[in-house]
């Protein structure tokens, strides 16, 4: 059986549905942490998830220069989580988490400082969908260090997907938020990608009924 062939035998719309419910839940997590490290209010623009190729992907991310942070999860499941800026939204946003550190930065460059605050924007956000789905499946994942990449969405996404043996017209299930920080007037993308193989296993263990249909609330009082 192909992978694209048991993703799509395994595929249900209640199934859909609960993911759809983690990947908001995480979002929500996100904005919270976001307004917790700045001070500012973030909110959600978009949430979509598709099941998709990595073709479609790269064409929607472009050519177009971008800055990114990366963050891989392996476990039970496995996939990739990216935070995607524009340039001017990546020195904004980095800016107010120093801020709030109370450090300021003087340039409007991306310097050291700046390059930190947003390697650790990205650990604390990934960190978010990465808990949220270990908590649905009851497993644990294991998150790498953040790498921080200048180049265009096209570039990124075929290093991610040629690393994970993942061909142009394989299944993928992508996550994608889009975050607005009101007061910074910028915002960015979070797309999480899992691979045809981790969204089979995730189908299968809904399925089976070895998910949590009731989320943590580990977030949610600090």
């Not at 059986?1 to 549905?17: P, R, V, W």
């Amino acid at each position: 059986m192909s992978s694209n062939s048991s993703i799509i035998n395994n595929f249900d719309l209640d199934g859909l549905s609960k993911i759809e419910d983690v990947g908001k839940y995480a979002s929500e997590k996100a904005m919270k942490f976001i307004s917790e490290m700045t001070g500012y209010s973030a909110e959600l623009k978009v949430f979509n998830i598709r099941l998709v190729t990595p073709k479609e992907i790269k064409e929607e991310y472009g050519d177009d220069k971008k800055i990114f942070t990366r963050i891989d999860f392996t476990g039970d499941i496995n996939g990739t989580g990216v935070l995607i800026f524009s340039e001017d939204s990546a020195i904004k946003l980095s800016k107010a988490m120093l801020l709030g550190m109370g450090m300021e930065s003087d340039t409007d460059e991306m310097d050291d400082m700046k390059i930190s605050a947003i390697n650790e924007i990205c650990n604390i956000l990934i960190s978010a969908y990465v808990d949220s789905f270990a908590n649905f499946m009851n497993t644990a994942l294991t998150m790498s260090p953040p790498s921080f990449i200048e180049g265009s969405g096209r570039e990124l996404l075929e290093k991610i997907f040629n690393e994970k043996n993942i061909g142009d017209d394989d299944i993928i299930m992508a996550f994608r938020s889009t975050l607005h920080i009101c007061e910074v007037g910028t915002g960015f993308d979070v797309l999480i990608v899992l691979p045809h193989d981790s969204v089979s296993i995730l189908f299968d263990a809904i399925n089976k009924g070895n998910v949590k249909d009731k989320l943590s609330a580990k977030y949610e009082n600090q």
